[in-house]
């Protein structure tokens, strides 16, 4: 049973933009937080940004600072991932998971509820 589904992924030229969306099907789902992770192909997943479940508190990534912006809507039960200012080195697949535990934590290992990831691949 799928939980979480991210979509929004796709082709971009340098400097272009992206909306990432990550949808949950439970409305439990609406009381976690939600956090960002990024794949590079042979590298370690890493962390991209965080949002508490009442949109009160942020975290981003130092390399995501200013360009990506973090927002939910849990009656729609969607999170988001606005992506401006893309560059070459953003090329991923990109992952939503929940918060379970409510730490809002930047560590892969503090998360166990996944999606499948969606692809994102900026061209120079």
């Known amino acids: 049973q799928v939980q979480l589904a991210e979509s929004g992924g796709g082709l971009v030229q340098a400097g272009g933009s992206l909306m990432l969306s990550c949808t949950w099907s439970?409305?439990?789902?609406?009381?976690?937080?939600l956090v960002w992770f990024l794949q590079a192909p042979g590298m370690e997943r890493e962390f991209v940004a965080t949002?508490?479940?009442?949109?009160?508190?942020?975290i981003y990534a130092d390399s995501a600072k200013g360009r990506f912006t973090i927002s939910r809507d849990n009656i729609q039960y969607t999170a988001y991932l606005q992506m401006n200012s893309l560059k070459p080195e953003d090329t991923a697949i990109y992952y939503c998971?929940?918060?379970?535990?409510?730490?809002?934590?930047?560590?892969?290992?503090?998360?166990?509820?996944w999606g499948q990831g969606t692809q994102v691949t900026v061209s120079s």
């Open positions: 998971a929940a918060d379970v535990a409510g730490r809002l934590s930047t560590l892969e290992g503090e998360y166990n509820v």
């Open positions: 439970e409305l439990s789902f609406s009381m976690y937080g």
């Open positions: 949002i508490d479940w009442a949109s009160l508190k942020t």
